[in-house]
């Protein structure tokens, strides 16, 4: 059965679309929403943050943390480290590009959502 049309969550829709759509245009990484999920979690979440952790935040397995974490590192949208206090735990790195990227997600979602234009993005 469809769900009724309701304004506010089409308007929503429609920025996730066109940030979406901006994201896969533009020449820079292409992620899943699995791995753009970790990296906004990591990004937007204080404090540290473990796979362990990652996994209990988002519901999903350690391993899909893992290999979402793999990308991300591939990318240098963030990376993995010994944590020095617990050398069986690993604790994920914000980079510089990965604020380079959250800065630019930022400027794309809100020229989608009818802010100013994002500029500096290629």
């Known amino acids: 059965m469809a769900t009724p049309p309701n304004p506010a969550t089409d308007a929503l829709l429609g920025v996730l679309r066109e940030t979406t759509v901006a994201l896969v245009r533009r020449d820079g990484p292409d992620l899943s929403a699995?791995?753009?999920g970790?990296?906004?979690t990591c990004y937007l979440?204080?404090?540290a943050h473990t796979v362990r952790g990652l996994a209990a935040d988002l519901n999903v397995?350690?391993?899909?943390i893992t290999r979402a974490l793999d990308r991300l590192g591939e990318l240098d949208l963030a990376r993995r480290k010994v944590d020095?206090?617990?050398r069986r735990s690993v604790l994920v790195q914000r980079t510089l590009k990965g604020s380079a990227f959250l800065r630019d997600l930022r400027a794309i979602l809100t020229e989608a959502s009818g802010g100013k234009p994002a500029r500096g993005r290629g």
């Open 34 to 36: 699995r791995q753009l």
């Open 38 to 40: 970790v990296f906004l």
């Open 45 to 47: 979440n204080e404090g």
């Open 61 to 64: 397995s350690k391993p899909a």
């Open 84 to 86: 020095p206090m617990d």
